[in-house]
T-cell receptor
Framework: DAKTTQPTSMDCAEGRAANLPCNHSTISGNEYVYWYRQIHSQGPQYIIHGLKNNETNEMASLIITEDRKSSTLILPHATLRDTAVYYCIVINNNDMRFGAGTRLTVKP | EAQVTQNPRYLITVTGKKLTVTCSQNMNHEYMSWYRQDPGLGLRQIYYSMNVEVTDKGDVPEGYKVSRKEKRNFPLILESPSPNQTSLYFC??????????????FGPGTRLTVL
């Protein structure tokens, strides 16, 4: 089973921030949190990853709680093209299991 | 352009007819893997390879074979396809699984239908 829990679906208004939560309560000290997204049936696309510090890149920000048991992916100004399934996964070496993800729908 | 390519992109075949889906990456990545995606089940890993001649089973390896004779190629072989292998297949590669950075790059997918 995947090591993460995410809501099945979320909606967000265009131009607003989208905050996607992920629980990973069994995460161990050397495991990274990665976020990917999949638009329709295309190959998943890497967004961001982190270990314990918050991270930001041109696509998104990743906020990891101090106990590392949960994280939030933030898309600061969601657009219609951000409509996709977002996967939060915990990676340790060769274990890259994807769960069902969160289907984010950005609405005009 | 750095990419992962898969061929064919679409395939309709019949039960029992052996087929191979090729996967190639041009980024000199050590790690490669195959996933299948089915409605409601997300992405499930079939096989992975940490380097040349090193392969291992993922979560759903039954009915599949792989080989890693060269670093850039990681073909998926279905010796005797069955209808329950009808799925969308993705190949992925990443630089290494022993570093902290192992972003996976995914191919465009192969949609397989077994009749």
């Amino acid at each position: 089973d995947a090591k993460t829990t995410q809501p099945t679906s979320m909606d967000c208004a265009e131009g607003r921030a989208a905050n996607l939560p992920c629980n990973h309560s069994t995460i161990s000290g050397n495991e990274y949190v990665y976020w990917y997204r999949q638009i329709h049936s295309q190959g998943p696309q890497y967004i961001i990853h982190g270990l314990k510090n918050n991270e930001t890149n041109e696509m998104a920000s990743l906020i990891i709680t101090e106990d590392r048991k949960s994280s939030t992916l933030i898309l600061p100004h969601a657009t219609l093209r951000d409509t996709a399934v977002y996967y939060c996964i915990v990676i340790n070496n060769n274990d890259m299991r994807f769960g069902a993800g969160t289907r984010l729908t950005v609405k005009p | 352009e750095a990419q992962v390519t898969q061929n064919p992109r679409y395939l309709i075949t019949v039960t029992g007819k052996k087929l191979t889906v090729t996967c190639s990456q041009n980024m000199n990545h050590e790690y490669m893997s195959w996933y299948r995606q089915d409605p409601g089940l997300g992405l499930r890993q079939i096989y992975y390879s940490m380097n040349v001649e090193v392969t291992d089973k993922g979560d759903v390896p039954e009915g599949y074979k792989v080989s890693r004779k060269e670093k850039r190629n990681f073909p998926l072989i279905l010796e005797s396809p069955s209808p329950n292998q009808t799925s969308l297949y993705f190949c992925a590669s990443s630089p290494s699984v022993v570093s902290s950075y192992n972003e996976q790059f995914f191919g465009p997918g192969t949609r397989l239908t077994v009749l």
